[in-house]
T-cell receptor, first 113, second 111 residues
Framework: DGGITQSPKYLFRKEGQNVTLSCEQN?????MYWYRQDPGQGLRLIYY???????QKGDIAEGYSVSREKKESFPLTVTSAQKNPTAFYLC????????????FGPGTRLLVL | GESVGLHLPTLSVQEGDNSIINCAYS??????FIWYKQESGKGPQFIID?????DKRQGQRVTVLLNKTVKHLSLQIAATQPGDSAVYFC??????????FGKGTRLSVIA
């Protein structure tokens, strides 16, 4: 069963706490992406990685960090520096070829206690 | 389920009618375009894509039209069904860069 998995589905963060969202894909895709979605808005790019051990900041990278140690995995850490973390977080992947589709995972909803 | 967009433009159509959802894009260098469907609380689902060397592409019950002159993209859904109710996003891409998403349109199908 191929695809992109994200865990957990819901995540609660206490003030001042770092939390890590998991994203795994078995599609053999080189590129992976993290987006944030707020109500009434489209998807905004946080970070992306086009190859293992390399990643680039997106439009709203402040308060977030990522790593890409394995092709299959691209975890996102929401740090305590992110003052408004409540949102729906979506991970996606694609081949590294231009004009190819990005496929999305089911998302993680992060809530602040 | 939870709402993914509380203040999105909304298109209401009668079941069985055709739906047309429009999208304007800004980057003249964009050469690849996608439409996604997102149901409440779920990740976006690929519907159809089109490359810039095409004006029209058809799928099952869906057609995408691309007008590069005015930087406009549309999604047509034939014989709209209640299961088509969702938020629809267009996205554009220039070369091997990440997709850039529009704000989305909520489609509401009236049975």
């Amino acid at each position: 069963d191929g695809g992109i998995t994200q865990s957990p589905k819901y995540l609660f963060r206490k003030e001042g706490q770092n939390v890590t969202l998991s994203c795994e894909q078995n599609l053999n895709h080189d590129a992976m992406y993290w987006y944030r979605q707020d109500p009434g808005q489209g998807l905004r790019l946080i970070y992306y990685s086009q190859i293992v051990n390399d990643f680039q900041k997106g439009d709203i990278a402040e308060g977030y960090s990522v790593s890409r140690e394995k092709k299959e995995s691209f975890p996102l850490t929401v740090t305590s520096a992110q003052k408004n973390p409540t949102a729906f977080y979506l991970c996606a992947s694609s081949t590294s070829t231009a004009q190819e589709t990005q496929y999305f995972g089911p998302g993680t909803r992060l809530l602040v206690l | 389920g939870e709402s993914v967009g509380l203040h999105l433009p909304t298109l209401s159509v009668q079941e069985g009618d055709n739906s047309i959802i429009n999208c304007a894009y800004s980057n003249s260098a964009s050469d690849y375009f996608i439409w996604y469907k997102q149901e409440s609380g779920k990740g976006p689902q690929f519907i159809i894509d089109i490359r810039s060397n095409m004006d029209k592409r058809q799928g099952q019950r869906v057609t995408v039209l691309l007008n590069k002159t005015v930087k406009h993209l549309s999604l047509q859904i034939a014989a709209t069904q209640p299961g088509d109710s969702a938020v629809y996003f267009c996205a554009e891409r220039a070369g091997n860069t990440p997709l850039v998403f529009g704000k989305g349109t909520r489609l509401s199908v009236i049975a």
